[in-house]
C-alpha cells in the first residue's frame, strides 16, 4: 500500500500562508498525471474536494487553495488563512488500489 | 446540485449484517464510479470499495474483502453496501462518493453511522 506522511497539525496566523505537505511511500505520478488530492473536512461535516490531480483547483473553492507537487512529494497551499479555513486537511492517492489517505493535517488560527 | 443521501446505520452485534444505501440525484448516477469511505471516531478516512458505473468491475480493501459487498441499482439511482460478519473495527461513519476521472472524490455524503459492539 502507498503510505502518505503528513504532519499532524499547523498553527497559522490569521491572513497569513499556511503550507501543508503529504510525502508518499513511492511515486503518486505518471508522465501524464500526478494522482494526488486535497480534501477539507470541517469539524462534524463531511469531507470536501479542494484540489485535484495534485494542481487543479475543485469547482467552487476560491482561489486561496492552491497545490504543487509531483512524484512523491506535494503541497497544499492556503494564502491568506481565513477563520473559516479550521478544518483537518487531507491528501489522497489514487495511482494504485488501495485507495489511501493521509492522517490529515489540523489547521489552527494562532 | 449533486445530493448524496447515506442511510441504514446503526448498532448492531459482531457477526451480524447491516446494509448501507446511498441515493443520488443532480448527476448522471448511472455514469460515475462511486465509492464507500469509511472514518472511525476520531480517526482519520479509509476507502472501503469501489464499483464501476455498469458494476462490471468492483473494488475491496483487504479487511472487508469477502464481508462487504458494494453494489449499485443505476435505475433507481442508488449505491448499496451489503456488510456481513461485521466486527468492532467496523464501527465508523460511512460516506458515499462519487469518483472523479482519476479517482478523485468530488461529492460526499452527510454520512451514516455504524457501530458494532456487544
Known amino acids: 500500500d502507498i503510505v502518505l506522511t503528513q504532519s499532524p497539525a499547523l498553527a497559522v496566523p490569521l491572513g497569513q500562508r499556511a503550507t501543508i505537505s503529504c510525502r508518499a511511500s513511492q511515486s503518486v505520478s505518471t508522465a501524464t498525471y500526478n494522482f494526488m488530492h486535497w480534501y477539507q473536512q470541517r469539524p462534524g461535516q463531511q469531507p470536501k474536494l479542494l484540489i485535484y490531480?495534485?494542481?487543479n483547483l475543485a469547482s467552487s473553492i476560491p482561489a486561496r487553495f492552491s497545490g504543487s507537487g509531483s512524484g512523491t512529494d506535494f503541497t497544499l497551499t492556503i494564502n491568506p488563512v481565513q477563520s473559516d479555513d479550521i478544518a483537518t486537511y487531507y491528501c489522497?492517492?489514487?495511482?494504485?488500489?488501495?485507495?489511501?489517505f493521509g492522517s490529515g493535517t489540523k489547521l489552527e488560527i494562532k | 446540485e449533486v445530493q448524496l443521501v447515506e442511510s441504514g446505520g446503526g448498532l448492531e452485534q459482531p457477526g451480524r449484517s447491516l446494509k448501507l444505501s446511498c441515493a443520488a440525484s443532480?448527476?448522471?448516477?448511472?455514469?460515475?464510479?462511486m465509492a464507500w469511505v469509511r472514518q472511525a471516531p476520531p480517526k482519520g478516512l479509509e476507502w472501503v470499495a469501489s464499483i464501476s458505473p455498469g458494476a462490471v468491475s468492483t473494488y475491496y480493501r483487504d479487511s472487508v474483502k469477502g464481508r462487504f459487498t458494494i453494489s449499485r441499482d443505476n435505475a433507481k439511482s442508488i449505491l448499496y453496501l451489503q456488510m456481513d460478519s461485521l466486527r468492532s473495527e467496523d464501527t465508523a461513519t460511512y460516506y458515499c462518493a462519487t469518483l472523479g476521472a482519476r479517482h478523485d472524490m468530488d461529492a460526499w455524503g452527510q454520512g451514516t453511522s455504524v457501530s458494532v459492539s456487544s
Open positions: 490531480d495534485a494542481s
Open positions: 443532480g448527476f448522471s448516477f448511472s455514469a460515475r464510479d
Open positions: 489522497q492517492q489514487s495511482r494504485e488500489l488501495p485507495l489511501t
